[in-house]
């Protein structure tokens, strides 16, 4: 136990996600070694980030406007979107300048034994988002895990009734990976996902 | 025993780290464990995808301080993928697993007969044969049983008396004669108590022919059964889609 203020910041980094209490007594000493501008610049931008970050009410994705930098862009394609978990999926899915459409973020996925059931989620924002008509195509991209499968089935029990077209990213071989390493979950899937080459345009 | 090798069921997993997860098994021989598993959540991970929930695999765990680490996993069934594809089907499932979980609640303690039963709901659940929320009922049923917490459907859960009787009192362990009967005693249809015992017992043609509001009437009692014992409620029970 240290005194006073430094066991209190020590036990504040502990809750971060991540760090446990080696991990936040190495921070705390860092941060008492460190100048008080840089130290101050971190506070500042702490408070900074917490007072002017809100969520796009259009998107659910992080914005320091009403609407996110996605939603305000007059080049994106209106008719697609590409649903994810996570605001930091979208960062992902961005590195790849593959996706010209908008986003929608769920907040998580479907996980009952963790009692977060389909309410918990932006899926009522989704379906007003759909209603009018402008969007023909839904690419579910949540997580490649069984709670992402899981919510992508329970989506597209709503979606395929109004008309518009479901798709759910691909799943496969990791690009550089070695087949005779690949487990026979994801192997099984390439096999379910595989693609036809002779017919490509040339 | 720097390693040792088991058969599991995966249950629950956490994520750890940066890429890492803790995985919690029911194991055939070492009952509840909980494994780091390193590099799970990397897309080039060699075995990730054989440790999501619901996996049936061969497993070795290397000994650790606190907790074990996962060395090398077999995948022997893979019940996920057919399960996440039916919504019904898998939130049934995630209440199996839960179960599993709370029912066990002491790790490394053997449950084998825990175990043997998750392996057989599980592949009921895939078969697809019965109803999801029958399967599940049954589960939770012979779950209760294992556990030496089986209600009595028939003769009275305190005299012993033949029925059918009318009253079931989820305190008093079941269907309860009129001497016997205890307040705020519920009156269910005797053929939702005929539908529990068939669940019960496996008595799957009586189960598959019983109608619609009896299995309703039957899943309020198993779920108030079930948390009266476990002393709170499952988080995934609400959730599951009965239809």
């Not at chain 1, 071989?173 to 096999?191: H, I, N, S």
């Not at chain 2, 705020?184 to 005797?190: F, R």
């Amino acid at each position: 136990m240290y005194e006073g203020v430094v066991q209190d910041l020590i036990d504040e980094l502990g809750r971060l996600p991540g760090i446990g209490p080696k991990g936040a007594q190495r921070i705390a000493f860092y941060i008492l070694q460190t100048d008080l501008a840089d130290v101050r610049r971190l506070a500042e931008l702490l408070l900074e980030v917490k007072e002017k970050v809100h969520f796009c009410v259009e998107c659910g994705n992080v914005a320091q406007e009403e609407r996110c930098r996605v939603c305000l862009d007059p080049r994106r394609d209106l008719t697609a979107i590409c649903v994810v978990e996570e605001p930091k999926d979208i960062v992902a899915i961005e590195r790849t300048r593959e996706f010209k459409g908008r986003y929608h973020v769920l907040g998580g996925a479907i996980s009952p034994i963790e009692g977060v059931g389909p309410d918990d989620l932006r899926i009522r924002e989704l379906m007003t988002r759909l209603a009018d008509g402008t969007v023909t195509e839904v690419i579910i991209a949540t997580d490649p895990n069984l709670e992402g499968e899981a919510t992508a089935t329970y989506l597209t029990r709503f979606l395929a009734p109004l008309g518009v077209a479901v798709t759910r990213l691909a799943s496969g071989l990791p690009v550089g990976g070695d087949l005779e390493y690949a487990d026979e979950v994801t192997l099984g899937r390439a096999f379910e996902g595989r693609r036809r080459v002779d017919r490509q345009a040339p | 025993m720097p390693v040792y090798r088991d058969e599991a069921i995966v249950l629950r997993v956490h994520k750890l780290g940066e890429a890492d997860r803790i995985v919690t098994f029911l194991t055939r021989g070492n009952g509840r464990v909980r494994a780091v598993a390193k590099g799970v959540r990397r897309t080039t991970s060699r075995f990730g995808a054989r440790l999501e929930p619901f996996s049936h695999v061969d497993i070795q765990f290397h000994v650790g301080r606190n907790l074990d680490t996962v060395t090398q996993v077999e995948a022997l069934e893979s019940h996920g993928p057919s399960l996440s594809s039916d919504y019904p089907r898998w939130t049934s499932g995630s209440a199996m697993l839960e179960t599993a979980e709370r029912m066990t609640p002491v790790e490394r303690e053997p449950a084998q007969q825990q175990f043997l039963l998750l392996v057989g709901g599980l592949r009921a659940l895939v078969a697809g044969e019965h109803a999801p929320s029958l399967v599940l009922d049954a589960y939770l049923l012979r779950s209760l049983a294992v556990a030496g917490w089986s209600p009595s459907f028939d003769a009275c859960a305190k005299c012993g008396e033949l029925g059918p009787h009318r009253a079931f009192s989820i305190t008093g362990g079941g269907a309860l004669c009129a001497e016997c009967r205890l307040p705020g005693s519920a009156s269910p249809g005797a053929e939702t108590l005929t539908l529990l015992g068939a669940l019960l017992s496996g008595d799957w043609a009586a189960a598959d022919a019983s109608d619609e509001r009896n299995r309703r009437e039957g899943s309020g009692l198993v779920a108030a059964f079930l948390t009266w014992h476990l002393e709170r409620g499952l988080r995934s029970l609400p959730l599951v889609e009965r239809s």
